[in-house]
């Protein structure tokens, strides 16, 4: 997924070379991109319609299986009416979100379409969707589950609705682990320390004789997994991506000494990382524990069977954390269809339309009642410990000990956010001074809020 940008001047400063040339090229597609959306501040003109006709509807073309849940459901929602007829257009997920914000600039988007999480709010300051309060039912919005709910709000008012949320931990080879003579978290609750964690990393190693034995999540390649998967290491440590108090800025937050040191952790984990650039380290038991999300349970779970746990990230003093929020159904503001866009969007959230896709591709279900019905999630169910984490949602504030699942961060400038954080998590694996990473994306943070007169909405 490749993060999106407002509109921005290149901040007055001389950084690293690495950095200047990959955020300028990053900074220059991104203007081309957005500059027409930007300067229209005015909400589109779309209209609720009467409920019937041709809803265009796009997808990221993401896993097989999503695909093929979402074709089949589309080629049943229009066989089960004769009002409604949906056009599906699937766009490649590696460049989906530049093509939506292409067509956003042009005034060109579809009735409904999903996108990533965290990039509602920037879709949502420039008045590219809809508030859905009153195209759902309250039935509907209260069958939400609150970490999904939390995920789908902004200023108060209801913007998208979610069929599946995430989940993340360390996969477990149990055999490998119980081998070395690891102990390890079991139960949601308990968790590892980074030390703990770091210790039972050096056991597997010292038991197999290879030193490469930990999965870090890098085969899921570069974009936003890199804010996803790296991110609770700043929220484990007490920090986070941005101030939520305000959203002012990011500085004393995401380069606290706390947050420093948390990566300074990391980067001492190096030797033991397997670099898995074919994602197959941890299925052919290379790698003892796989740093990963809930996306990956099928095939862990098709390869090991019974030899496979699932356990909690790290704690790196403030609790074990893991992100929250996953792609999200929106209707465009520009839609002149909404009423019949909202009718396949209400079809899409009934249970058994929910239980497919979670079933397609593993992820929890973002409703109460499918989560209840799910064979994967609840109470000794394998993905178990997901559905508690999501259940300890930190919701909308600055995540504390007490909480578990946090949602990025709910600001229009999350897309500068994710950019920022990713070219410094790049340079802290690759052996960079965690300080010096951070502070340039505190910096590129600020100077982009700073230039947006801090995401006032017009």
Same mark, same amino acid.
């Given at each position: 997924?490749?993060?999106?940008?407002?509109?921005?001047?290149?901040?007055?400063?001389?950084?690293?070379?690495?950095?200047?040339?990959?955020?300028?090229?990053?900074?220059?597609?991104?203007?081309?991109?957005?500059?027409?959306?930007?300067?229209?501040?005015?909400?589109?003109?779309?209209?609720?319609?009467?409920?019937?006709?041709?809803?265009?509807?796009?997808?990221?073309?993401?896993?097989?299986?999503?695909?093929?849940?979402?074709?089949?459901?589309?080629?049943?929602?229009?066989?089960?009416?004769?009002?409604?007829?949906?056009?599906?257009?699937?766009?490649?997920?590696?460049? +989906?979100?530049?093509?939506?914000?292409?067509? *956003? #600039?042009? /005034? =060109? &988007?579809? !009735?409904?379409? $999903?996108?990533?999480?965290?990039?509602?709010?920037?879709?949502?300051?420039?008045?590219?969707?809809?508030?859905?309060?009153?195209?759902?039912?309250?039935?509907?919005?209260?069958?939400?589950?609150?970490?999904?709910?939390?995920?789908?709000?902004?200023?108060?008012?209801?913007?998208?609705?979610?069929?599946?949320?995430?989940?993340?931990?360390?996969?477990?080879?149990?055999?490998?682990?119980?081998?070395?003579?690891?102990?390890?978290?079991?139960?949601?609750?308990?968790?590892?320390?980074?030390?703990?964690?770091?210790?039972?990393?050096?056991?597997?190693?010292?038991?197999?004789?290879?030193?490469?034995?930990?999965?870090?999540?890098?085969?899921?390649?570069?974009?936003?997994?890199?804010? +996803?998967?790296?991110?609770?290491?700043?929220? *484990? #440590?007490? /920090? =986070? &991506?941005? !101030?939520?108090? $305000?959203?002012?800025?990011?500085?004393?937050?995401?380069?606290?000494?706390?947050?420093?040191?948390?990566?300074?952790?990391?980067?001492?984990?190096?030797?033991?990382?397997?670099?898995?650039?074919?994602?197959?380290?941890?299925?052919?038991?290379?790698?003892?524990?796989?740093?990963?999300?809930?996306?990956?349970?099928?095939?862990?779970?098709?390869?090991?069977?019974?030899?496979?746990?699932?356990?909690?990230?790290?704690?790196?003093?403030?609790?074990?954390?893991?992100?929250?929020?996953?792609?999200?159904?929106?209707?465009?503001?520009?839609?002149?269809?909404?009423?019949?866009?909202?009718?396949?969007?209400?079809?899409?959230?009934?249970?058994?339309?929910?239980?497919?896709?979670?079933?397609?591709?593993?992820?929890?279900?973002?409703? *109460?009642?499918?989560?209840?019905?799910?064979?994967?999630?609840?109470?000794?169910?394998?993905?178990?410990?997901?559905?508690?984490?999501?259940?300890?949602?930190?919701?909308?504030?600055?995540?504390?000990?007490?909480?578990?699942?946090?949602?990025?961060?709910?600001?229009?400038?999350?897309?500068?956010?994710?950019?920022?954080?990713?070219?410094?998590?790049?340079?802290?694996?690759?052996?960079?001074?965690?300080?010096?990473?951070?502070?340039?994306?505190?910096?590129?943070?600020?100077?982009?809020?700073?230039?947006?007169?801090?995401?006032?909405?017009?």
């Amino acid at each position: 997924m490749s993060p999106t940008g407002e509109t921005r001047r290149t901040p007055n400063r001389t950084p690293r070379t690495r950095r200047r040339t990959t955020t300028a090229v990053a900074a220059a597609a991104a203007l081309a991109l957005t500059a027409g959306a930007c300067s229209s501040s005015g909400s589109e003109a779309g209209s609720a319609g009467d409920g019937t006709g041709k809803v265009t509807v796009w997808f990221h073309s993401g896993q097989g299986s999503e695909r093929e849940t979402l074709q089949r459901q589309v080629k049943e929602f229009n066989a089960s009416q004769k009002d409604v007829k949906v056009e599906l257009t699937l766009l490649p997920e590696g460049s +989906y979100n530049d093509q939506v914000q292409a067509a *956003s #600039a042009a /005034g =060109d &988007l579809p !009735d409904l379409l $999903d996108f990533d999480g965290p990039f509602l709010y920037n879709y949502v300051y420039k008045q590219k969707l809809t508030p859905l309060d009153d195209l759902v039912p309250d039935d509907v919005e209260k069958n939400l589950t609150e970490a999904s709910k939390a995920q789908g709000t902004y200023d108060g008012k209801l913007y998208s609705l979610a069929t599946f949320d995430s989940g993340m931990g360390i996969y477990g080879n149990k055999k490998m682990l119980d081998a070395a003579g690891v102990d390890y978290p079991e139960k949601p609750g308990g968790s590892w320390t980074a030390d703990e964690f770091a210790a039972a990393v050096k056991k597997v190693a010292a038991e197999t004789g290879r030193e490469k034995v930990l999965d870090l999540g890098l085969g899921n390649g570069k974009g936003e997994w890199f804010t +996803y998967g790296y991110s609770p290491v700043i929220w *484990s #440590a007490g /920090g =986070d &991506l941005i !101030d939520r108090k $305000d959203y002012a800025s990011a500085d004393g937050t995401l380069n606290s000494p706390k947050v420093v040191d948390a990566f300074r952790t990391v980067q001492g984990w190096k030797k033991n990382i397997d670099p898995d650039t074919d994602a197959s380290g941890f299925v052919e038991g290379r790698t003892a524990l796989s740093w990963n999300g809930h996306w990956q349970y099928p095939t862990f779970s098709e390869a090991l069977g019974d030899d496979l746990v699932v356990l909690p990230l790290p704690d790196f003093g403030n609790g074990t954390k893991t992100g929250q929020g996953s792609w999200n159904w929106g209707i465009t503001s520009s839609s002149d269809n909404q009423k019949a866009a909202a009718k396949f969007l209400l079809y899409l959230m009934q249970d058994e339309q929910v239980l497919a896709m979670s079933e397609a591709n593993g992820a929890p279900p973002a409703t *109460s009642s499918a989560m209840e019905k799910s064979k994967l999630y609840g109470p000794g169910k394998p993905l178990e410990r997901f559905a508690a984490q999501l259940d300890a949602s930190c919701g909308t504030g600055q995540p504390t000990p007490d909480c578990i699942a946090v949602p990025r961060p709910l600001t229009p400038a999350y897309p500068v956010i994710t950019s920022a954080f990713q070219q410094a998590w790049e340079d802290i694996y690759d052996g960079g001074d965690p300080k010096a990473a951070l502070d340039d994306a505190v910096e590129e943070i600020d100077q982009d809020i700073e230039d947006n007169h801090g995401y006032e909405q017009p």
